[in-house]
């Protein structure tokens, strides 16, 4: 119809879908390259890369997790408190010598019902933001993580409970060195962003939060269960919160009252780098997992070159700000008025 | 083809309270197949209140609904769906981050199921787009394009097309060429007598006397929750028309 505004849009909006794709993924090869060229005898050494999956791990499911909340329009900050309280039950269950295979399991169904119960408070109590519910769970659930565990850490897990996040995969049959192992926290992130993916991207459900975040009156319109999809994906959320409890068991062997203290904020910085939109509807899971790896490598990069922690914080922080604007611009230039 | 003659809804005495406030009282409504009615009404006369009554968005207080001849209670949107019945809103109702084909099969895609899981069929979500879009003369550049680049005639198009794309027998529209430049409304009304002629109930709510006079057969005024006239359009002209909305005769 209007074919002098596409024209001049053409050019744009052919490169714009790439850009929005793999634009992130640029920036994260080019801060490996930049890091690479700084740090050239240990940034890619297998010892140092290892380090940064195993550092990112847990990490990378709660990011997960709130960016498919952020996708509709929502925001999870309670997911640092669940995976706490995930982690205080799966410490409580293992003192009390429940075999290893309940053990693995606790978090994860601890995790579901935190997700499930910020579900249903924000869709039942129609709660004005899910901001309120889940400020408020952040509160409950650490506080409840602290009350049945004393507020003390408990320490010491089997092998069995550690595997997925303290677990090695060795690599000495292909003819790499005993210390060339891959940690098993790897493949798990690869299999779960990778299930999450198809979910996402595949699924009728995957593509009804996506339409949720983009306008939930058409969604709702459209005889889409808003309510109980939004239920789905806060649980999911704290379904990964529950994973990512799992893996810190295997890591730090303890349960601990300050776990994933301020997580949440990391999440959800590391989706908005990725390129999650806080308008909702936006957003993927390769971006995510960019996201998190540009953090990660980030800390790691800094940490290598001696930079203070305080630095690390000012250049996060800045990164956060100005991967919005690009968002800000890219919808201005992007949606007709 | 369904002849002109017969009635695919009625509503007969449809009232509805919101506390103490009347938003409409004794309302009624008939629609035909191949006929388009243009629903007019000053602010707060009860036009969207009496669509979202017949969508099933609202439950009416007292009155009932007749979908071809058989009186049906709506629970939700769902159902009235399921009878046949689709409405355009005025906020078009589309999700701009997803493209034009996933928006026009929102909530009823086409999938292959593995076990509980849904796995959308995206090839043939684009294959009934390419179809359903030829078929009603809609031009876009393509099915995948996002509904957010569209100007606000395709995107009003793209409303309209959802619609019928599950064989409506009735479509609702509010205000459809409210939000268009001038230049877009034409396409637009062209595309409602299309619809006409395939047989399909058009139910026009509008200011515009332009748009109620190019497409419709039939005007009906409501006045506080009331109905207030009803004629054919041959037999009135704007001039009486505007009277209606202002409450004189």
Known sequence: MDNKDQEKNSLYLKIMPYLEKYG?????????????FLQPDVFLSWRNVTNVFKQISWQSMLALGVFMVIVTAGIDLSVGSIMMLSLMILAIVAKAGAPWYIVVITPLIAGFLCGLFNGLGITLLRMPHPFIMTLGTLYIFRGTGNLISGGTPISGFTDEVRYLGHGRIDLTWLGLEKSQYLPVSLVLIAIVYIIFWIFMNKTRTGKWIYAIGGNPNAARASGINVNKILVIVYSLCGFLSGIGALILAGRTDSGYPNAGLQSELDAIAACIIGGASFFGGRGTVLGVFAGVMIMGILRNGLNLMDVSSFWQQVLIGSIIVLAVYIDVLRRDLGTRK | MSSINQLLLEAKSVTKYFGTITALENVNLKIHAGECLGVVGDNGAGKSTLMKVLSGLYKPSAGSLFFDGKEKILESPKDSQNLGLEMVYQDLALAGNLPIGEN??????PTKNLGLLKFLDYKKIKELTDAHLGKLK?????????VEELSGGQRQAVAIARSTAFNAKVVIMDEPTAALAIKEVGKVLDLINSLKKTGVGVIVISHRMDDIFAVC???MALFQGTNFAESELSKTSRDEVIGWIMGKK
């Open chain 2, 104 to 109: 026009i099969f929102l909530g009823r895609e």
């Open chain 2, 138 to 146: 809609i031009n876009v550049k393509s099915a995948d394009q996002k």
């Open chain 1, 24 to 36: 992130i993924l640029l920036l994260l090869v080019i801060m490996i390259v930049v890091m690479h």
């Open chain 2, 217 to 219: 057969d039939r005007v």
